[in-house]
């Protein structure tokens, strides 16, 4: 079967590989249909390397997967033909942060396409049927929205977001886009900031308000969630956060990029939180994604065939989009 395979830095070819064995106890088999193009499959495209994860041997990309499952192990009471998304990311189960309920912070995690691990932009894969959820109603290309959402969820969750209070989230690429529909689901007024004026025209046609980056204002928001990675719109962000607010960091940006002023994280009382992909947040986008499908096509308009993707990823034609869905 054919699989996008990254060799070495901006050398992906699409390959042919082993289908699958018949799913082992407990697992499922899944017709892959559709794969949204990540900011870290494009990191190791062009670096080869995202902080201490390293590409140093072969690696299928492709994380947020939505398919068809076509044959179930023993012990798994999902029906063929069901339509799923996938969690990529399957712990050892056994290691503090996993008891804990934290098992996006296991040591051990096997998470699709970081190295050396396999992602799914291949036709079948086989995947543990506990990270395998059913998205009855949807497709499998807006099923493939819930691996990107849950972050967005993940750091809402983390924000502890209240019914009217305000959110500022920095960056309107995919993430923070599904990260205002995800604090929008919780009542907050939100406000995305990006300096790319397609985006928050984009953000503006989801029913957003909008922010110029480094506009002057009074501190007055209650969280501020960076989904930019960029050191200089988190310095602003805490700039506008009120006191007692808090700052959520998801954006992965260069180690060091991001400078926070401690003194004043002190005297009003800020608190500052990373989020680190998300546990337990599928079952909640899935069924966000079904409550607001009237957005969905701003996100699965764009599709390529899987052949197409070693050009998309040369000329970066993907950046034209809000979202770049591989279709196999």
């Known amino acids: 079967m054919k699989a996008a395979v990254l060799r070495a830095v901006e050398d992906l070819v ?22 949204g193009i ?15 994860f390293v590409l140093r041997q072969p690696m299928i990309l492709g994380h947020e997967v939505g398919g068809v499952i076509t044959a179930v192990g023993e012990g798994v009471d ?34 699709f396409a970081t190295p050396p691990v396999d992602g799914a ?30 972050v967005g969820i993940a750091a809402v969750g983390k924000a502890a977001l209240h019914l009217g209070e305000r959110a500022l989230i920095l960056g309107a690429g995919p993430v923070g886009l599904l990260t205002a529909l995800a604090a929008d689901a919780e009542g907050a ?20 308000s909008t922010l110029v980056f480094d506009a002057q204002r ?4 209650d969280a501020v969630i960076d989904c930019s990675g960029s050191g200089q719109a988190v310095a602003w962000g805490q700039r506008v956060v009120r006191p007692g607010g808090r700052i959520i960091l998801v954006g992965m940006g260069a180690a060091g990029a991001v400078q926070l002023d401690g003194l004043d994280l ?6 500052v939180r990373g989020v680190f992909r998300y546990a337990n947040t599928f079952p909640a986008a899935i069924e966000l994604l079904r409550r607001r499908r009237d957005v969905l096509p701003v996100f699965t308009g764009h599709r390529i065939a899987l052949a197409e993707l070693p050009e998309c990823l040369r000329t970066g034609s993907f950046r034209s989009h809000v979202k770049t869905l591989v279709i196999l």
Request: charged share 20%; with cysteine; aromatic share 6%.
């Open 78 to 111: 999902l029906p063929v033909g069901t339509v799923v998304a996938l969690e990529p990311g399957i712990p050892c189960g056994k290691c503090p942060q996993c008891r804990q309920g934290r098992y996006n912070l296991c040591p051990d995690v096997q998470f």
């Open 266 to 271: 002190c005297l009003r009382e800020v608190s």
């Open 121 to 150: 932009m291949t036709e079948r894969v086989n995947h543990p049927a506990a990270f395998t959820y059913p998205a009855n109603g949807l497709t499998p290309e807006e099923a493939s929205l819930a691996e990107p959402l849950s």
């Open 189 to 208: 007024v939100v406000t995305l900031c990006d300096v790319q004026v397609d985006r928050l025209t984009v953000a503006e046609q989801l029913g957003f």
């Open 38 to 52: 990540c900011g870290s499959d494009v990191h190791y495209y062009q670096e080869g390397a995202i902080g201490s």
């Open 14 to 35: 699409i390959d042919d590989i082993p289908a699958p064995e018949a799913p082992a106890p407990g697992w499922v088999q899944v017709a892959v249909r559709a794969v």
């Open 218 to 221: 009074d501190a007055a928001y």
